[in-house]
Structure formats: C-alpha cells, structure tokens
C-alpha cells in the first residue's frame, strides 16, 4: 500500500475516530513491520536480535539502544549499506548541503552532545511524510475550524524559530523545503535564533506570523520584548519546543501574545513523538511511536511516578531505525484519563530545561543568550567531541571541551574563542571575558552533560 501524505493523514484520522484498539493494531503491525525489516538489512540488527522470535509486536521483548551504541555501529547500524560514517560527516562539514538529499535520498540532521556524544541521522522520506501529517492533525485539532479561519485571515504565515549554519533537523528541513518549493514553502520562514534580539524582533514585526514555532527559551525571550512593547505581532498560536516549560511560562506567553500555546516534546530521533493539551500534559503520538518510562534497570516505571530515563521507538523511518532508544528523559505517566479528552498516553517531562545567560551589557541594561546560541557554534565546529560554558562571574565564561580524535587542541581552543568572540561582539557584548578551562565537562548526577551553565541567582 502507498503511504503517500494523503493516505497518511486520512489514516492518522481515521485512526483516531476508531479508537484505541484500532490504533494498538496499527502500532502492533508497524512494529512487527520495522523489527523485520532491521533485522534483513541492518547487520547490527541482524545480530542484536539473534534469537527473538519470528514476529515481534511487543517492544519489550527487544534490547535497548542508545546513542552511543548505535554511533559506535553507525555503518552497520544503517538498512541502506551505501551509508557509511565518513560519507555523512562529510555531509554536514559543508553548510552548502544543509537540506540538500544525501546521496539523492535522505535528510541528515544533527543533533547536540548533552549524553556525551553528538549524533549524526539519516531520515528517509517515509519518516518526514509522518511528521508533517501527524503535524498537521495535531495544528487542526488545537485550532479548531474558528482558529483555522482566524490564521487564515492572518495570512497563515510560519514563523520558525530555528539554529541556522547547521544541519539541525528544523532548519534542514525548512531549507529542503524552500529548495524543493511547493505550496507550503510560500508560507514558512525560517528566522535565526543567532540574530541579535533586537534584529529578530524587527523581523517578526515585519513578518507579522500567524504562527510562531521554536525553541522554548527564545521564544521566552519574545515573550519579554512583546511584553515591553519592542514586538508588537498577533499570532494565532505559539508553539515552543525544544526545552521544559512550566504552566506560569505558557501563562505569560499567551497572556503577552494574546494567543493560545501549545508545546511539544519531541526529539531529532522522533520528531512527532508527542503533542501538548489544554490541561498542561504530553499525548504521545502512539500510532506511529511507541514511548516507554523505565527504571535504571529498563523496567516499567508506574503510572504517577518520574522514570529514569525514557525509550522510544520511532516506526516511521526504516533507513537508521530507531527502536527501543534510550532519550534520557525522566518522564512520568499520568495514572488517569486526561481531563482534555485525548485518549492516547499523557506523560510530564522532568528533562530539558533551558538555561538562559544574562550578561551586564554595560549601558544599563542586560543581555540574555539562550543556551541554543551557544550549543549550535560548538556542534558546528570541527574537533569539538563535547564542550560546557560556564558563567563563573557576571561576565566571565569559562569553557570546558573535549576535541575529537586526532584533533589539535590549541587549534579547536583559536576557532572556539574566536566563535565565542563574534557572537558575544554580534551581542554588544565586547566586555565579556573568555576562558579556557583545564578540566573536563562536569556531569550530572542523572549522567548527562549540562551544556550551558548559568551563574547562580
């Protein structure tokens, strides 16, 4: 059968209107689906799965996979054996390719080092016509037939909020669709979350979106200038996402934008995972994906109560297949049915939260950075395997990393303080000092790598 994106949004539809039954039968199916194909042209799936049954529809029953893992087998790890390592790195070293089709195929998107590893994927076209649908399901069902006409009186225009100069999963995917053209492309634009804030908000006033999508913590930063009356747009709806945000942050959002919020929780490895609601919660996405909450030990965690990690499957893109993978998110399960009447699974997300830098500008008033500014200069520069900023003074950092292999550390340390340097300057920030630290990244207790550390209030 044609999984074309009309057969995929009639199918996410229908789905929905038949329950829940009919959508376990589907996610069953698609399980059983992928697992067999992994384990006929992945030989690491090939060998991971050496002795499991014939069919498998029940995710426990595979191993769990990680980051590391899978990039340590990332040649074995792909279904199309012309991918290799190299061949990708090569790929995303040159910024002219960021949206253009690898190998005449694929999306490559990637992503940042917070586990200690930074990821390099391949999405195939299956992948990207879920998310679009289910993305698409998802809008019609916060707006509803009045806010759909309203965005359409407002001219239906995107406002993506994005890191640019990389091959980060929202810009790569925005610039294969200006490249491509189309009608949709007409009515999204991508807006560089590197812009001084200033320059930002003179674009958005000049765009005057319908609808603002990005991550949390700039659009946070909006939320103020709108507020002081410097952005001065109506959308429709505002979508953040990307980092934890509490019930008073989408309070002040709507209340400043005179719009409704939504957030998502989701990941380059699955990127319509879940969706939010009304009442505050995360519905998983589960025709198409499967999340589950587990202890240290990977087993179930109760309803009601945070996980230690969480790990995903992701049923949609069959070339770098995405089952069982541990997100490292502590998620919790709501024990009860959501009161916004979404049948599908509702979780809390304890992970991702944003760290914003506030800097003494020295004109009387502060500069605040998000911690994406900084986590796309370092994901973008060769050599760099980790890296942590740390804001030892009002205007001091200190910069910790790990160079890759092979790479001279005095070299990576020049192109990481001058990156360090030109953004600050792009910030009027010339009064901010930059150090170079001896020690290592520090790691949490929950073992991942904070990449932005904020001076303590």
Not at 225 to 254: C, F, K, N, W, Y
Not at 266 to 281: F, K, N, P, R, V
Request: contains cysteine.
């Amino acid at each position: 059968m044609s999984e074309s994106m009309a057969w995929l949004t009639r199918d996410i539809r229908k789905a929905r209107k038949q329950g829940a039954a009919a959508v376990a039968r589907r996610r069953g199916d698609r399980l059983a689906d992928l697992v067999a194909c992994a384990r006929s042209a992945s030989p690491y799936y090939r060998e991971l799965y050496r002795g499991l049954p014939e069919r498998v529809d029940d995710p426990t029953l595979l191993p769990v996979t990680d980051k590391k893992q899978l990039m340590d087998r990332f040649d074995d790890w792909a279904t199309d054996r012309d991918i290799t390592f190299e061949k990708v790195r090569a790929f995303t070293d040159d910024p002219d390719l960021i949206g253009r089709r690898f190998l005449g195929r694929y999306l490559v998107a990637t992503t940042s080092g917070t586990s200690g590893r930074r990821g390099l994927f391949v999405l195939d076209d299956r992948y990207m016509n879920v998310s679009s649908a289910v993305s698409s399901r998802v809008l019609a069902s916060w707006l509803g037939p009045l806010g759909i006409a309203r965005a359409v009186v407002h001219g239906g225009r995107f406002a993506q909020l994005v890191a640019t100069d990389g091959h980060y999963v929202g810009f790569a995917g925005y610039s294969r669709m200006s490249q491509e053209g189309g009608g949709r492309s007409k009515l999204l634009r991508a807006f560089s979350v590197h812009e001084p804030l200033s320059r930002l908000v003179d674009r958005l006033n000049a765009y005057r979106p319908a609808f603002v999508i990005g991550y949390a913590s700039t659009i946070m930063l909006l939320t103020a200038e709108q507020e002081a009356g410097r952005l001065h747009i109506d959308p429709v709806l505002v979508e953040p996402a990307g980092e934890t945000m509490t019930d008073s942050d989408t309070d002040r959002i709507a209340r400043a934008f005179g719009a409704k919020v939504r957030t998502m929780y989701s990941a380059t490895e699955c990127t319509y995972l879940s969706h939010g609601c009304a009442e505050g919660w995360y519905h998983v996405n589960d025709d198409w994906a499967v999340l589950e909450p587990v202890d240290e030990d990977h087993r179930p965690t109760p309803p009601g109560e945070f996980s230690h990690t969480v790990l995903i499957s992701n049923l949609a893109n069959r070339v770098q297949p995405f089952l069982r993978y541990d997100l490292g998110d502590s998620v919790m399960l709501r024990p009860d049915p959501c009161p916004c009447g979404t049948s599908s699974p509702a979780i809390r997300v304890q992970g991702r939260a944003g760290d914003i830098l506030t800097f003494p500008s020295g004109r009387g008033e502060d500069v605040r950075l998000t911690p994406l500014a900084f986590s796309s200069l370092f994901d973008r520069m060769p050599g760099v395997e980790l890296f942590q900023i740390e804001q030892t003074a009002p205007a001091t950092l200190r910069v910790r990393m790990v160079k890759a292999p092979g790479a001279d550390a005095d070299h990576v340390w020049r192109k990481a303080h001058d990156g360090l340097t030109h953004l600050l300057a792009d910030n009027k920030l010339d009064n901010v000092t930059v150090e170079r630290a001896e020690e290592p990244p520090k790691q949490a207790s929950g073992g991942k790598y904070r990449t932005v550390i904020p001076l303590p209030a």
